[in-house]
């Protein structure tokens, strides 16, 4: 500690020398002098915060002028040497930087001719009017009474000092000094021995003790783990435990978490430290003191809070593992990943791939995403193709470079398939404008039920229809349909277009044009298509005069048939050939 030996001259002091004493000034008593501390922690700044009381009891002579606390710490162990942020001390009335105090201190402590180590955890300090604080060359942080301010008197206390930094509590060595100088009648009278006996009154009328502080180590480590396992056995030592079953039960408590921690399990280590901190905050004033309970709950708790976690071992988990669908259904896949070395925490952000590895979908990737906080991470997947797909979730880890996954299976079996099994005409002599008569069946020939569709009829001057290109002259909607199931129009009436040359023309009708469904076969919707398993017999049919009639008959007839007098079907010309729907429908087979 940096000594300041204080030679005054007697001027006008009157003051009356003890017997054997050195200088004019009495040496002062300082007996049980005390110094109560708490400490906190704020969240907000992640600082550590140390209240002070300093006691000097009745009885004794010495006015306490001077407290320093031990903040030295080994450089090479000091993990908040640098955490400065925010951290002033006062001088005089003056806020200081402690990067500033320090670096003044060092400039000084190089011109010494035996340098100091200066190996301090930062810190900043808070003092009651009056009062200054400091660095000290020796590691200490001094709390010093202005010139005026009064001194802690005998019989009385004084609190409002404060450090505070972003090291956890450890046991810190405190020294109180009462106020005493060195005063004589003569400067030049003053020998070497008088000096040095000087010195040792300084020495000897420290009171020494102990408090809370901040430490250097870093938060979770070993040295985090072994120092609070030496603090709590001083701590008890100290009688800052005071109830033996409660010091008894906090070490057994430490003890046993750290047996998991030595084993490298760092996980239970934490785990097992919950019933420590659990013990010590159920505790009352009466079981230990305000040092002892903010010793062990605020290390307890950063030790909780910051103890490294084992290395992951992530366990990726698919489903459903296999699930039977119809094409065109929708499969929800989901991905858990959970960390089976850390207490099967969910591990969330961790990207994942969803990818078909064989099957009738292999290759396709169906997303790419990551899990959320609960560690989960969904797709849905659907397909237009029968077979089973072996689906693989792939979960990356360290930027890829360690991945691991999980598979399962969709098999999709079955699904509608709607097809135009009659339509009638498939041919057509006409010219524009004209009516003609349409029958036409719209049947699921699939396993699944169809939802509600739209058959759309074309028509076209060749006879390979293209429905890309070719006119459209009408539609119907269809509803859904079971499997096997059909809905059919009889002779419905529809209208060439007007601008429509007199010629030979091709219709045709196509089940689900809009391509809303997911079929088994999506090349046999029209009409002209081949329909696998089926088999449709088109007889065609010419009626009478072959296209004599006009539109004004048309009409006539179709108003008869609106009110049912007779049916236009029959018994009138047209110019259609096909297949008359009943007659020949009875010819049509179907073959499964």
């Known amino acids: 500690m940096l000594r300041i030996f204080r030679i005054v001259l007697l001027g006008f002091l009157a003051l009356v020398a003890n017997a054997g004493a050195v200088g004019l000034m009495p040496t002062p008593v300082l007996n049980n002098a005390k110094i109560s501390s708490d400490a906190s922690f704020e969240q907000g700044t992640g600082r550590y915060f140390y209240v002070y009381t300093v006691t000097n009891p009745a009885g004794n002579s010495g006015e306490i002028w001077d407290f320093t606390i031990d903040v030295y710490d080994d450089i090479y162990a000091n993990g908040m040497r640098n955490q400065t942020f925010g951290l002033t001390?006062?001088?005089?009335?003056?806020?200081?930087?402690?990067?500033?105090?320090?670096?003044?201190?060092?400039?000084?402590?190089a011109t010494r001719s035996l340098p100091m180590p200066l190996q301090v955890i930062p810190f900043g300090q808070v003092v009651p009017p009056g009062w200054s604080g400091g660095l000290g060359i020796d590691s200490v942080a001094h709390f010093i009474s202005g010139d005026?301010?009064?001194n802690i008197v005998p019989g009385t206390s004084l609190g409002g000092f404060q450090l505070y930094s972003y090291g956890v509590p450890t046991i810190r060595n405190v020294q109180i000094m009462p106020l005493w100088m060195h005063i004589v009648d003569d400067h030049d009278a003053v020998t070497d021995?008088?000096?040095?006996?000087?010195?040792?009154?300084?020495?000897?009328?420290?009171?020494?003790t102990v408090s809370l502080g901040p430490s250097g180590v870093s938060y979770g480590s070993f040295a985090h783990w072994n120092q609070l396992r030496d603090d709590l056995v001083r701590a008890i030592q100290l009688g800052w435990i005071i109830d033996p079953t409660l010091a008894s039960t906090l070490t057994s408590q430490l003890a046993t978490a750290r047996q998991s921690l030595d084993a490298k399990d760092f996980y239970?280590?934490?785990?097992?430290?919950?019933?420590m901190l659990a013990t010590i905050s159920q505790s009352v004033p009466a079981q230990r003191t305000s040092e002892g309970y903010a010793l062990?709950?605020?290390?307890?708790?950063?030790?909780?809070?910051?103890?490294?976690?084992?290395?992951?071992?992530?366990?990726?988990?698919?489903?459903?593992?296999?699930?039977?669908?119809?094409?065109?259904?929708?499969?929800?896949?989901?991905?858990?990943?959970?960390?089976?070395?850390?207490?099967?925490?969910?591990?969330g952000g961790v990207p994942i791939r969803f990818k078909v590895d064989t099957g009738p979908n292999a290759g396709k990737v169906l997303g790419n995403t990551q899990t959320n906080l609960q560690g989960i991470a969904t797709i849905t997947d659907t397909s237009t193709l029968t077979g089973t797909d072996s689906i693989i979730a792939t979960a990356y880890f360290y930027g890829g470079e360690v991945t691991y996954d999980d598979k399962g299976v969709v098999i999709w079996s079955g699904g509608p398939d709607l097809v135009v099994p009659f339509f009638s005409p498939p041919l057509l002599i006409t010219k524009g404008g004209r009516k003609f008569y349409m029958s036409e069946e719209t049947q699921n020939i699939g396993n699944v039920m169809a939802p509600a569709s739209v058959t759309r009829y074309y028509i076209s001057s060749v006879p390979i229809l293209d429905v890309t290109?070719?006119?459209?002259i009408g539609e119907r909607s269809i509803p859904a349909l079971q499997p096997g199931k059909s809905n059919s129009i009889h002779q419905r009436?529809?209208?060439?277009?007007?601008?429509?040359?007199v010629g030979t023309y091709y219709l045709a009708a196509c089940a689900d044009a809009n391509n809303t469904v997911v079929e088994l076969n999506e090349n046999n919707n029209c009409s002209f298509s081949k329909i696998e398993g089926h088999q449709s017999f088109i007889v065609p049919v010419k009626r009478n005069n072959g296209g004599n009639e006009d539109d004004e008959d048309d009409d006539k007839c179709e108003d008869k048939d609106h009110h049912g007098?007779?049916?236009?079907?029959?018994?009138?010309?047209?110019?259609?050939?096909?297949?008359?729907?009943?007659k020949s429908e009875e010819k049509r087979s179907e073959k499964r």
């Open 89 to 109: 001390i006062p001088l005089g009335s003056n806020q200081v930087d402690f990067s500033v105090v320090l670096s003044n201190l060092m400039s000084v402590n």
């Open 148 to 150: 005026d301010a009064p």
């Open 193 to 208: 021995a008088d000096r040095v006996a000087a010195g040792q009154i300084e020495q000897n009328i420290i009171f020494h």
């Open 268 to 275: 239970t280590a934490k785990i097992l430290l919950q019933p």
């Open 296 to 347: 062990v709950y605020l290390n307890v708790q950063s030790l909780i809070n910051n103890t490294p976690n084992n290395q992951i071992e992530p366990k990726v988990s698919l489903t459903p593992k296999s699930s039977l669908l119809s094409i065109g259904g929708n499969q929800i896949l989901t991905v858990t990943v959970i960390d089976l070395a850390n207490g099967n925490v969910p591990l």
């Open 469 to 472: 290109t070719a006119t459209v």
């Open 493 to 501: 009436v529809f209208r060439m277009p007007k601008n429509l040359p």
């Open 565 to 582: 007098d007779r049916d236009c079907s029959k018994g009138k010309e047209d110019w259609i050939l096909g297949k008359p729907f009943g």
